[in-house]
């Protein structure tokens, strides 16, 4: 198996621009998860899909973030506007069950100047 | 609110020593898991703590977990170089105020072992 692949790796794009990470679980996978990495904050649960339905996106900072999964296969986390406070690792991790361990993604670094 | 809190934050120990990292949650959890993160790099999971007094080992790595404590601990022996790296706790648990699972990460132990 692939395992979760993420794209872009890295990104680096200016304010106010529009930005697209792209997520591919494992296939046979029923969870979805988008994490956020900083050095302030750590590890952040920004939102969670089950069979491709948002469960929980309370972690979600702002209106200018929106996640989408429109199959099994695919996941996008999309800030619209950036700004350069955005500017962190965005981790996608998939498992089998609501309580099973997580397998995660290589990761997308954001820069946003 | 719900915390999950580690300690220590960062440490550096020598090869061969043994020490404990300590993970602290805030409510009932009904799983805890460890996570283990080189630089630069993704995580990977090393251990799911299903029940009290469960433990588990792997390698120099040992993990156990006290619910009734609120309190899993990360045991490493005799501690060689590849160790180095950040370690995390994370729980899972049902949250009544929205009425869903939540996953919550602790602080992560930056743990560097010196040859």
């Known amino acids: 198996d692939a395992g979760v692949i993420q794209s872009p790796r890295h990104e680096v794009t200016e304010m106010g621009q529009e930005v697209t990470l792209r997520c591919k679980p494992i296939?046979?996978?029923?969870?979805l998860f988008w994490y956020r990495q900083t050095m302030m904050r750590g590890l952040e649960l920004l939102i969670y899909?089950?069979?491709?339905?948002?469960?929980?996106d309370s972690g979600m900072p702002e209106d200018r973030f929106s996640a989408k999964m429109p199959n099994a296969s695919f996941s996008t986390l999309k800030i619209q506007p950036s700004e350069p406070r955005d500017s962190a690792v965005y981790f996608c991790?998939?498992?089998?069950?609501?309580?099973?361990?997580?397998?995660f993604g290589p990761g997308t670094r954001l820069t946003v100047l | 609110e719900l915390k999950v809190e580690q300690n220590p934050l960062f440490l550096s120990m020598q090869e061969g020593k043994n020490y404990t990292i300590y993970c602290n949650y805030s409510?009932?959890?009904?799983?805890l898991y460890w996570y283990r993160q080189d630089p630069g790099k993704s995580l990977e999971s090393l251990f799911v703590?299903?029940?009290?007094?469960a433990v588990k080992q792997e390698g120099r790595l040992m993990a156990s977990l006290d619910t009734k404590a609120r309190l899993s601990t990360l045991h490493i022996t005799a501690a060689v170089h590849d160790l180095s790296a950040t370690y995390f706790c994370?729980?899972?648990?049902?949250?009544?105020?929205?009425?869903?699972?939540?996953?919550?990460f602790g602080t992560g132990t930056r743990l560097k072992v010196l040859a």
């Open positions: 991790a998939s498992s089998p069950g609501q309580a099973d361990t997580q397998y």
């Open positions: 296939s046979g996978h029923d969870y």
């Open positions: 899909f089950n069979n491709n339905v948002p469960i929980d």
């Open positions: 409510t009932t959890s009904d799983r």
């Open positions: 703590l299903l029940s009290n007094g």
């Open positions: 994370a729980v899972h648990l049902l949250s009544f105020t929205s009425g869903t699972y939540k996953y919550i």
